[in-house]
């Protein structure tokens, strides 16, 4: 299993990105996809999740009601859609694929087995 991240960049402050996570390989044992973020000499944060099966979401608290996670399962891809976007925002942002999470480890990096390699966001004017 193979997860590419794209759609990464600069923006300015106040506008939008789509990242997308392109899953090669099965996807058919999927429980979490996810999305987190990791800025220089920190410890990587929780930016959101989305159960498969189903399709609950999940948000971290500093991004809730400005990111939205989605998925489409015929492109074996998943979506973060970042709106109003702030400096604080700059990252690198993972996508991240689980095929033993369970939710109470949902946002913990550790509950995650496969990771893509990672795509820059910078918000700046």
């Known amino acids: 299993v193979q997860l590419m991240e794209t759609g990464g960049g600069l923006v300015e402050p106040g506008g939008s990105l789509r990242l997308s996570c392109a899953l090669s390989g099965s996807t058919g044992s999927t429980r979490f996809m996810a999305w987190f973020r990791q800025g220089p000499a920190e410890e990587r944060e929780f930016v959101a999740a989305?159960?498969?099966?189903?399709?609950?979401?999940y948000y971290g608290d500093s991004v809730k009601g400005r990111f939205f996670i989605s998925r489409d399962s015929a492109k074996s891809t998943v979506y973060l859609q970042m709106n109003s976007l702030k400096p604080e925002d700059t990252s690198v942002y993972y996508c991240?694929?689980?095929?033993?999470?369970?939710?109470?480890?949902?946002?913990?990096?550790?509950?995650?087995?496969?990771w893509g390699q990672g795509t820059q966001v910078t918000v700046s004017s």
């Open positions: 989305l159960r498969w099966s189903g399709g609950n979401t």
């Open positions: 991240a694929r689980g095929e033993r999470t369970i939710l109470s480890m949902s946002s913990n990096p550790r509950g995650y087995d496969y």
